[in-house]
């Protein structure tokens, strides 16, 4: 079975500094701009059906000349997002729903490295029954708390916990009155979509993340990735 798919790109990416380029997700690595690899990730996999990106209203010229960079996908609606990543996120079931999709995958325009087998896991997992699929890696480092002095309080035990990646994927319809409840209650500070199917009590089922799904956030990320697509080092 296909399953939607929304890609949020409106972000304004301000951790990894101004670029004449744009927002990260239009940086070049490995001689395409990030969202082109992303996109061709879905757009290669037989498993994505409606696929909508979700862009800020600015960038509609950076997104078409990123768009002629992969094979055209076949049901492809752009939205336009909003301040934070959950409104984008909204506008984007929204539209998935309008164009019809029984499973939905959420993915960061910012993570052009997810790969196919990845997204086979979370399939399986849907198909398995659950409502929501968190691709997660076991965190390797040891944790601290700190206070706002900079010094430690504790350490708090790494076993059990998780670093949260994407493609989230879920049941359309839980996912979809879930951001509702969330957007119409004013709870506005999630930071991914798990974390809206916990507060409203959908339980979500991990699969093994990838390393090597990192979400490129500040400048350094962007130039660790051109180097491991093209082998160089700037
Ligand atoms: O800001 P953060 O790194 O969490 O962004 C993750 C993804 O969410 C990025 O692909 C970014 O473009 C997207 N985003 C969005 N709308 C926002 C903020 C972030 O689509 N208002």
Redesign the pocket.
Known sequence: FSCGVVI??????E?AGQSAEG?K?YRTIGGRPVIAHTLNIFATWAGTGPLVV?I?PDDEELFASALKRVPTPSDLTIVH?????Q???LAGLEAIAAAGAKYVMIH???RPFADHALLDRCRAALLAGAEAVLPAIAVADTLKRAGANGVVRETVPRTNLFAAQTPQCFKLDAILSAHRAANAGAKADF?DDASIAEWAGIPVVLVEGMVDNV?L?LQRDISMADERLTGSTI
Request: avoid cysteine; charge should be positive; proline fraction near 4%.
């Open positions: 949020v790109a409106a972000g304004r990416g951790r927002p997700q979700v800020h997002g909003g301040e934070t990543r409104l984008s996120v960061d325009a910012v930071t979400k956030t």
